[in-house]
């Protein structure tokens, strides 16, 4: 590694300062996120873990800028995420980080192919069709391409959303369960399709787990309890 792209490693991917959230309207309104302060670094994969309703998913999004804090900074890559409006939020996100799901989120009218062809095409790359069948491929689905969301089972679905996460290559990818609806033989399949993407294209991984196998393939996991960080441990 050169001096350079060693320096470059340890500069976060993802640093979070006194992060507050609150959602949900009147009586309904929860206070979710509770001064959470962590730092991701670049190229390191942090499995995030605590029971039902810590918050998990939540913190998850805001780091991935989907949710906005009340209060605390969400920086990613440097980038202070408040500082974005939407646009350039959007923009950035889609430059950069890569998100998937818990339930997916496939746009239903679109094929396999189409779904993991929208991000590419909304970022201007030429080949998006190409690109898109390649990474199906991948993940195993290249007998799938034509299928809409609705003819696909759920670990399908899912790989669908993992192929559109990991085509326009970001340098970070977020995922929420993402072995959750999988049997063990294609969980593990899309447990070694996420570690490549670290080792071979160098992605900071921030995966929300309560797979113990999955957790302690990270470096690191981090344990929400009620919105607090309990616990940072090395794995
Ligand atoms: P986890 O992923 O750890 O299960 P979540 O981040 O989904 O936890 O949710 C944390 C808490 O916030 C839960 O009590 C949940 O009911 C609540 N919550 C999540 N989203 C909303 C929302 N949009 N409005 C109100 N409460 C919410
Ligand atoms: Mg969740």
């Not at 060693?6 to 509770?34: E, M, N």
């Not at 906005?68 to 430059?95: I, K, M, Q, Y």
């Not at 033989?185 to 447990?191: E, K, M, N, P, Q």
């Not at 080792?199 to 787990?209: M, Q």
């Amino acid at each position: 590694m050169t001096d350079k792209a060693s320096a470059a490693a340890k500069a976060p991917a993802i640093t979070l300062d006194g992060v507050d959230l609150s959602l949900g309207r009147g009586a309904a309104r929860v206070h979710i996120l509770k001064g959470i302060s962590l730092s991701v670094a670049a190229g390191e994969a942090v499995g995030l873990v605590g029971p039902s309703g810590s918050g998990k998913s939540t913190l998850l999004m805001t780091m991935a800028g989907l949710e906005r804090p009340d209060s605390g900074r969400v920086l990613v890559e440097g980038t202070d995420l408040s500082r974005l409006d939407e646009d350039a939020l959007a923009r950035f996100r889609g430059r950069r980080i890569g998100i998937v799901f818990q339930s997916f989120h496939l746009v239903p009218t679109m094929t396999a192919l189409e779904n993991v062809a929208l991000p590419l095409e909304l970022a201007d790359q030429p080949d998006a069709h190409a690109r898109a069948e390649r990474e199906l491929t991948a993940v195993g689905l290249g007998h799938r391409l034509h299928h809409y969301p609705a003819q696909l089972s759920g670990g399908e679905q899912q790989r669908v959303a993992i192929a559109r996460a990991v085509a326009p290559d970001p340098a970070i990818l977020v995922a929420d369960e993402p072995t959750g609806n999988l049997d063990e033989a294609t969980g593990s399949s899309i447990v070694d399709l996420l570690f490549a993407l670290k080792r071979d294209r160098g992605a900071t991984l921030v995966l929300v787990t309560h797979d113990p196998g999955l957790a302690r393939l990270c470096d690191r996991t981090v344990r929400l309890r009620s919105g607090h960080v309990e616990a940072a441990a090395a794995a």
